[in-house]
């Protein structure tokens, strides 16, 4: 049987891991015939993480019963060296416990950063890749892990997830690719046990309070066929927040789009009618929720037009991403706008929180 020290439970535990794992899965297939042509078998790939749990020191640690946080390199054979070649990756992420308590045990696991895609689309000699068109590209990764303790330093990481590239449609073809893994490794502790005591967490949000954000984001994507123009698309956006714990909040929104590629989509006889700027306008409200992370936080954005000449992506859309708040009125933010599962374009942009 195992041995546990009682001391070391991950409740109080502190410090570093390295941790190797081994994936084996499938590129899940989008259901175009090009798309399927590709796919050949199987998908092995290996990761490297450096990973750290602080103590539990601040309010949103405890609030989160002290998730972990690491860095992540990550490598894949896609099995069809000719077409897809390989798949690698490198980004933060963080792992929130789904146990109750602190006792580490189930973990959801987010993470997002860059990829490098050695092989991509190319008209002449790679013109069935209709999924990577850049050799760099963004990187999601959404995973389950659970955590088996071998001893002090030593403990067995099990579980499978899904790892997302793709370029926004930054460059075309961006179907993007879809791993689905299984994965299992080892994580071995650096340096001697240590421990601390948890805070409790102390729930201060005043849940009356609304809180308003106003976007500027700008961004390009290119529409088909590949290799052709990228146009600028703008936007603006209002929320006003109601805090529903210093981990999330709910609110409503209005967001105002200007996208030159609307013009290019349509037909000869159409196109001149959306030159002009309120024909090219787009207009949607929308419903918006948001996970904060200390001063990061993910936005989940649904919305619809009420007002739009361009129907050719339907009239619902998708908004998610990473904002970060600096000091108390300024917002980076990075987010991915899309119709259904399909990527529109990256918005890059500042806000202001008033």
Not at 98 to 104: A, C, Q, T
Not at 308 to 314: A, D, M, P, Q, R
């Amino acid at each position: 049987m195992f041995q546990f020290n009682l001391k070391g439970q991950d409740s109080i535990r502190k410090g570093s891991w390295l941790t190797l794992n081994l994936h084996y899965g499938f590129i899940l297939p989008v259901y175009t015939s090009s798309m399927n042509i590709l796919i050949q078998g199987h998908v092995p790939g290996f990761e490297l993480d450096y990973m750290n749990k602080p103590a539990c020191e601040n309010n949103w640690l405890s609030a989160y019963h002290c998730p972990e946080t690491g860095v992540a390199f990550f490598s894949a054979y896609l099995n069809n060296p000719a077409q897809l070649g390989n798949e690698y990756g490198m980004y933060p992420y963080i792992n929130f416990h789904l146990n109750r308590g602190f006792k580490e045990r189930l973990y959801f696991r987010f993470g997002i950063g860059l990829a490098y895609m050695p092989v991509t689309f190319n008209r002449l000699d790679n013109h069935k890749n209709d999924v990577i068109g850049t050799h760099i590209d963004a990187i999601f990764n959404f995973r389950f892990n659970y955590h088996i303790y071998l001893s002090d330093k030593m403990r067995l990481e099990t579980g499978f997830g899904l790892t997302h590239c793709s370029n926004g449609a930054f460059k075309t073809p961006n179907l993007g690719i879809n791993l689905i893994t299984a994965n299992t490794g080892l994580s071995y502790y650096l340096g001697s046990p240590k421990y601390c005591p948890v805070r409790s967490y102390i729930d201060t949000t005043k849940t009356k309070k609304i809180e308003s954000d106003i976007f500027a984001t700008a961004g390009l994507s290119e529409i088909e066929p590949p290799d052709g123009r990228q146009y600028p698309n703008f936007t603006l956006s209002y929320i006003a927040f109601r805090k529903l714990s210093c981990k999330s909040k709910l609110g409503l929104g209005l967001d105002i789009f200007y996208n030159e590629a609307n013009i290019a989509r349509m037909d000869n006889d159409t196109a001149s009618l959306f030159k002009n700027n309120i024909n090219n306008t787009q207009i949607g409200l929308k419903a918006a929720y948001e996970i904060t992370i200390n001063k990061l936080s993910l936005p989940l954005e649904l919305g619809g037009y009420v007002y739009t000449k361009y129907t050719g992506n339907g009239v619902i859309y998708n908004r998610i991403g990473i904002r970060y708040y600096a000091g108390k009125h300024v917002i980076a933010n990075l987010t991915l706008l899309t119709h259904y599962i399909k990527a529109d374009f990256i918005e890059w942009g500042i806000g202001y929180k008033l």
